[in-house]
């Protein structure tokens, strides 16, 4: 099953769920906000394999915005670091960020269990989109495991 919005805050509280930092204002119905790292990984090449290490390098998220090209995978993280030894996390993105062709989980929205720490972000857009560091990017949702 999935928390509600108040089961996420009894159980930060309770230090079952982790988030930091954590902000009452990202709280939703029955998920919470995050928001993009100021930091990106790219592809160096244009063509990956599979068998190889693929080299990248890193951009800095200026405040000014840093536009994301269609053609590229950018890889990100969130700002906050998530996870729980109880919970199972789904991280997936906000209508908001989908009305604007972004996705920013192509594939693994699920977390393990007990991995807590920054979500890594598989970021794509379907057209040139300018983004800024510490957006509200995407939301997590918890739920319940069963044994």
């Known amino acids: 099953m ?5 089961k996420i805050t ?3 509280n309770n230090k079952k ?3 930091t930092p954590f902000n009452k204002e990202d709280l939703n119905t029955n998920s919470y906000d995050f928001h993009l790292s100021n930091r990106l990984l790219v592809y160096k090449s244009n063509e990956l394999d599979f068998r190889e290490n693929n080299p990248t390098e890193e951009l800095i ?4 915005g840093l536009t994301l090209s269609p053609d590229k995978i950018y890889i990100g993280q969130t700002a906050e670091t998530i996870g729980s030894k109880y919970y199972v996390p789904i991280i997936r993105g ?3 960020t989908g009305r604007l062709g972004l996705y920013i989980n192509i594939t693994s929205d699920l977390k393990d269990l007990g991995d807590i720490s920054p979500c890594e ?6 057209e040139p989109l300018i983004i800024y560091p510490n957006i509200k990017i995407g939301q997590v949702t918890f739920w319940t495991i069963e044994d």
């Open 121 to 126: 972000l598989t970021l794509h857009v379907v």
């Open 17 to 19: 769920i982790i988030i």
């Open 94 to 96: 906000r209508s908001s």
């Open 2 to 6: 999935i928390l509600t919005g108040e």
């Open 10 to 12: 009894e159980e930060v």
């Open 61 to 64: 998220i200026p405040k000014e």
